[in-house]
């Protein structure tokens, strides 16, 4: 057990640095002088040139530039932005708040309402909520999150005017304590619902496929003989070991959590990490760009290191398949 | 001839696209129009004159709308392939070798399927620059993991089968054995995942499109939600219908893809 998940953190951390690398030379790559980046396209003197290519160790060979970047990214120096004029960690950190704020909230909405949505919807298979459980899933599923939130804009703000198109805060009055929440909630609804749609699609389909698969097993017949209530079956025996597959899919949004709002969060400009990654594809702010994907590979292998590390936990037979696969 | 029983989802689906096709292919020589034609009809809501409505610039949403099938269907299909590609590729070879190869290729799998694919994408068009070939090239790159998976898998039950060794005592050589006599027998999966890659790739486009990432002189159906987020409180048909024509297409590939994909195994069909 402990020796699997060594071995997986440390496939783990080479996946980082090999996201760190492709993410170094493709700087490397693109196409002009990264002095020009720098100080823009004004005529400038040959010294000067020379100069901020000293200051930021650009005449150094390739290979010392890639050290230096690494031994920056290790010390959490992720680089200076200029559009925003601040360093990059910091900043992501800061906006990174904001896309938790939305991102937390759905991905819980959406695995208490998928996974109680996928029970019964298994219990009582082909039924009318059946059906209409799993079309609503194929639509979420194939719905672009960004024009789902378009139209529940013209719907609810334009129309309707409900609720407010933008923002995480009204801008006129700024209203505290309860009324603070309130207001904080009423921003935070459409953009959650569109987070929820797709994601509560995912889990719906795994978990559904899961349960149902479990049903089927003999241990549920062994109880069922044994005359324990259906309602019992289900819960307490079928739903926790239908669970692997459910928590494999948590794992792997908490560790897309920063960046699976971008296209939501530019609907309704709320002030997370993807508007800021869009804001600095706009303006050309390799380093934020850079640091946001590092960050995110982390999370990313993080997340799915969290989630084997939890199926193993509950899971006895995940850790005995462990045990197989070392003695392969 | 007798049709598949792939469901009605998937000949829904079909339908969907088909519908798509025809569009593109009878509504330009019927009305003429230009889709990049500007007017003095700014910003008109949804009339006979212009069915869909104009943008900002008095263009004609109707008829960027027919012209966006191209760029979403391109950008689909091409991506799809060189996905099933490259996957096919890869697991073949994996599979085949076994051993250390095998365990090496499932190593650098597994390193891209935890890679944020959108986000890496967006970077590599934000310092590239846009352009189709570009974005099919990136997604191709990206979204192989599960096409390799799946025929490694095929490949490695296909290649202990009594027939391989049969062909192998006709003295055939491992490569002739590996592409005329497995391959051929490991991809029928491929094709559900395909169809679902069609929808990704076009997703994907259409959310590259609608950071910005975009040609600027292509009509895309990203693109004009791009634009009409702009004009959302004052304009709903701009970004609107793009928006629909994305999700049913994207909700065809889906249907087909499911179709497709208990059709070819039936035994999944009963979950």
């Given at each position: ?11 783990g ?26 100080i ?37 120096d ?20 904001y896309?938790?704020?939305?991102i ?47 139209v529940?804009?013209?719907?609810f ?60 097993d003999d ?78 590979t ?5 997340g ?11 899971d ?6 462990m ?6 | ?37 500007l ?24 008829l ?26 890869v697991?073949?070879?994996a ?28 970077v ?11 974005v099919?090239?990136v ?5 192989w ?76 159906w ?7 987020q ?14 629909l ?26 979950s």
């Amino acid at each position: 057990m402990r020796k699997y998940f060594f071995r997986r953190l440390f496939w783990g951390l080479v996946t980082i640095v090999v996201i760190v690398t492709v993410n170094f030379l493709i700087l490397k790559l693109v196409p002009g002088d990264p002095v020009t980046a720098l100080i823009g396209e004004y005529p400038a003197p040959d010294e000067y040139i020379a100069q901020v290519r000293v200051e930021f160790g650009l005449d150094e060979p390739l290979t010392v530039q890639f050290a230096n970047y690494v031994t920056n990214l290790v010390q959490g120096d992720f680089g200076y932005s200029f559009a925003n004029r601040k360093a990059v960690l910091p900043l992501i950190l800061e906006r990174a708040q904001y896309t938790l704020q939305l991102i937390l909230p759905g991905i819980a909405i959406a695995f208490l309402l998928g996974v109680f949505l996928a029970v019964v919807t298994a219990v009582r298979r082909s039924g009318v909520l059946d059906t209409t459980v799993s079309s609503i899933v194929m639509f979420g599923y194939s719905m672009p999150s960004f024009w789902l939130g378009q139209v529940l804009v013209l719907i609810f703000a334009v129309g309707l005017s409900w609720l407010p198109a933008a923002g995480i805060r009204s801008v006129r009055v700024q209203p505290t304590g309860v009324a603070g929440a309130l207001d904080l909630a009423a921003h935070m609804i459409l953009p959650l619902i569109c987070v929820v749609s797709f994601k509560i699609a995912i889990v719906l389909r795994v978990a559904r496929a899961s349960v149902v698969g479990v049903m089927h097993d003999d241990f549920v017949t062994t109880a069922r003989a044994k005359g324990v209530s259906e309602r019992a079956i289900m819960w307490k025996h079928v739903l926790p070991n239908a669970m692997v597959p459910v928590i494999v899919v948590l794992g792997y949004n908490l560790g897309h959590a920063l960046t699976s709002s971008i296209l939501v969060e530019t609907v309704f400009a709320w002030p997370g990490l993807g508007t800021l990654f869009v804001k600095s594809i706009a303006s050309r702010d390799y380093p934020v760009l850079q640091g946001i994907l590092v960050l995110a590979t982390v999370m990313v292998v993080a997340g799915n290191l969290l989630a084997d590390f939890v199926a193993a936990l509950v899971d006895p037979r995940v850790r005995k398949s462990m045990g197989a696969r070392r003695g392969e | 001839m007798k049709l598949p029983n792939i469901g009605a989802g998937a000949w829904t689906g079909l339908a969907i696209f088909a519908g798509f096709i025809l569009l593109y292919l009878l509504v330009p020589p019927l009305t003429g129009g230009n889709p990049r034609a500007l007017s003095t009809d700014l910003l008109q809501p949804p009339s006979p004159q212009h069915l869909f409505g104009t943008d900002e610039l008095g263009r004609d949403v109707f008829l960027q709308f027919v012209d966006g099938v191209r760029i979403s269907f391109t950008v689909g299909f091409a991506a799809a392939a060189a996905t099933s590609l490259v996957g096919i590729i890869v697991g073949a070879y994996a599979g085949f070798s076994g051993g250390a190869v095998d365990l090496v290729v499932m190593r650098i799998t597994e390193m891209f399927q935890v890679i944020p694919t959108f986000v890496l994408a967006a970077v590599i068009v934000a310092m590239w620059g846009p352009g189709l070939t570009r974005v099919v090239v990136v997604i191709a790159l990206l979204a192989w993991p599960p096409v390799a998976l799946v025929i490694r898998g095929e490949v490695l039950r296909i290649k202990r089968l009594d027939f391989v060794d049969a062909v192998r005592c006709l003295g055939y050589s491992e490569g002739y054995i590996l592409l005329r006599e497995i391959i051929p027998n490991a991809v029928r999966p491929v094709f559900a995942l395909a169809t679902l890659a069609v929808g990704q790739a076009i997703l994907l486009e259409a959310s590259l499109s609608f950071l910005g990432l975009s040609d600027p002189s292509q009509v895309s159906w990203g693109r004009m939600l791009s634009l009409g987020q702009s004009y959302l409180l004052t304009a709903w048909w701009i970004s609107t219908f793009p928006g629909l024509a994305i999700f049913l297409t994207v909700l065809a590939c889906n249907f087909v893809g499911d179709g497709i994909g208990a059709y070819v195994n039936p035994k999944g069909r009963k979950s």
